[in-house]
Structure formats: C-alpha cells, structure tokens
C-alpha cells in the first residue's frame, strides 16, 4: 500500500526552457500559480495516490546561434522539445539539394508524425525553404580546350511553397549517406 508523509511536503518539477506553456495539474486540478522556466514547487499535504499531471510544449521552434560564432553566422537550426533536427539530402524533394537551399526562419514549422525506411516513426519537420543565390562561379584557364563537364547541374529553380524537410538529429546517416546539416543558412 502506498503512504504519503504526514506532514506537509515540497516536490519540486524542472520546467525547461524550451517548453513554451507548461501546465501542470494535481488530480486533474490546474496549478493557478505562474509556472516559468526553473523549478516549480508543489507544496501540500500529500495522500496517497495523488496523480501529479505535466504537460510540457514541444512545438517546434527556430534557434539562433550566437552572432559571435562566425562557423554558423547567418544559419538557423530546429528543435521540437528537447531535441535538435536535421536536414538530410534523403528527405529534400522536388530534386532539391540541401546545399542548394535556404530557410525562411519565422516562417510556419509544419509537423507530421512519419515512417520512413531505414529509421521507422519519426516527427518530421517541414520548413518554409527558398534555393540559396549561386556561388559565382571560379574561372580557370584551361589547360586543354574543353566543353564543359557533364557532370555540372543545371542551376537550381524555385518551387512554389517549397519546404525543406527535417527529422531528429538522432536519427540521420540512416539511408542514402548523403549530405547532412544542422544548420541551415537563412533565406
């Protein structure tokens, strides 16, 4: 049988940052005080079987590097809860190429619960996606007169309402062994 302490008693919840609007509820009642990133301390006189309910927010979001870190300045990541995502070529459509690419931050983070091969359920993540300016291109003289190679691709266009696609970071270098990047740069 279970017994609680005679007396009252603290019990103390770790609210993380990333979790937006947290509630919590004790025997389905809603804790009415300021809930804020930290730890909350329920304070009562426990019975036994009390049923202590929290519901934190994973709602995707963008994050921002610090401006200082030049590797990563002027890109953008997703995390959904605690967890960091990834754009991975095997998920990129419409023939796009992930380095080809730039994210809209700000822009509506789609989610959808998905199987795919070689990784099983996931929460995929779509983000609002733009292709990235051509680098111009290096001039060299040839040694030999040539055409140019056939294996450059044709410049990338535009696709209406185009996304680009995320999943946990966990889970990527599970299919294609293609490029991957955490961060995206900014469109």
Partial sequence: MLAAPQAGRGLALRVPAW????RISVNHDPERTGISPGYHLLHRTWR????????????????????????VRGCVAIERGPLV???????????????????????????????????GQTIEITAPAIPQPPLAPVTLPPAVPSSPPASMAPPF????????????YFQWD??????MRVRMPRG
Avoid: K
């Fill in 19 to 22: 979790s937006a609007t947290t």
């Fill in 48 to 71: 036994a079987g009390d049923l202590v309910t929290v519901h934190l927010d994973a709602t995707p979001r963008w994050t921002y590097p610090d401006r200082r870190v030049d590797a």
């Fill in 85 to 119: 995502y990834c754009f991975e070529q095997a998920d990129q459509l419409d023939g796009a190429r992930l380095d080809d690419l730039a994210v809209r931050p700000g822009g509506v983070l789609g989610e959808r619960p998905v199987t795919l091969d070689g990784i």
């Fill in 157 to 168: 266009l535009p696709v209406p309402g185009m996304t680009a696609i995320a999943i946990p």
């Fill in 174 to 179: 599970n299919r294609d062994g293609g490029p």
